[in-house]
């Protein structure tokens, strides 16, 4: 019977990571297991795409420093050349708009600062799996996101609400983007407006509803909608 190379071919994995030493360090742990291959290690620069696209990966690791440095669209276009192609960031900070964000953009695996290297080897395995992986209480914000914005819809607040919770119309636009988990730059590319000016407006409708962070001002207007059943 002819052997399956496809079950035996080593997991080809491309890694974006900022510092040398760790990205030298991560790239001769995965060296070291058999069913991996490195098929690049760099640090993100103007080729960075380019590099990785042509490196016919399975998997792409991404560190947070180099996350944040990424394109909105950099991780979406990428996993869109190649069925199956995942991606991981890591070494990630506990916030949530951040790891909704990234979940936007298609990665599959999100792990903290605390991961060791050992738990991002078993997420590479589990994603490739076709699992996806994160921290519970991010899942459970995930859940909760989902679920909120379902009931909502786009959350297109009537004239009505808006007068009751002192929004203007451009407010009104704003907490209906912030729903659906865009960042201030997304939401500044959406209205055409400055991430400055969009920064202001957020803070002043926290300010408004009295919220603590911008979910909760989301949280505070879905509440005060008649319409939405909480």
Do not use: W
């Not at 078993?122 to 909120?148: D, I, K, N, Q, Y």
């Not at 055409?192 to 000016?197: A, G, I, K, P």
């Amino acid at each position: 019977m002819p052997k399956d190379t496809h079950a035996t071919r080593a997991t080809r994995v491309f890694l974006v990571i900022e510092n040398r030493m760790l990205r030298e360090a991560m790239a001769s742990i995965f060296h070291k297991q058999s069913e991996f291959s490195v098929v690049g290690a760099i640090r993100y620069g103007a080729n960075a795409f380019e590099r990785a696209a042509a490196s016919q990966c399975d998997v792409v690791l991404v560190d947070q420093a180099s996350a944040a440095s990424l394109p909105n669209n950099f991780i979406a276009e990428l996993l869109r050349l190649a069925e199956g192609r995942k991606a991981i960031f890591f070494g990630m900070e506990d916030d949530a708009e951040m790891f909704l964000q990234a979940v936007r953009s298609g990665v599959s695996g999100y792990l903290l600062g605390e991961a060791s290297a050992g738990d991002l080897i078993t997420a590479v395995r589990r994603v490739t799996a076709g699992e996806a992986v994160c921290p519970s209480l991010l899942c459970h914000r995930l859940f909760e996101f989902v679920a909120r914005t379902t009931r909502e819809g786009s959350l297109i607040l009537n004239q009505r609400l808006c007068m009751k919770l002192g929004l203007t119309p451009r407010q009104q636009q704003l907490v209906a983007l912030l729903a659906r988990g865009f960042t201030n730059k997304e939401i500044a590319e959406s209205l055409r407006l400055s991430e400055f000016t969009v920064k202001n407006h957020v803070h002043r409708i926290m300010r408004q509803l009295n919220a603590e962070s911008r979910y909760a001002a989301v949280q505070i207007a879905c509440e005060s909608n008649p319409s939405v059943a909480l």
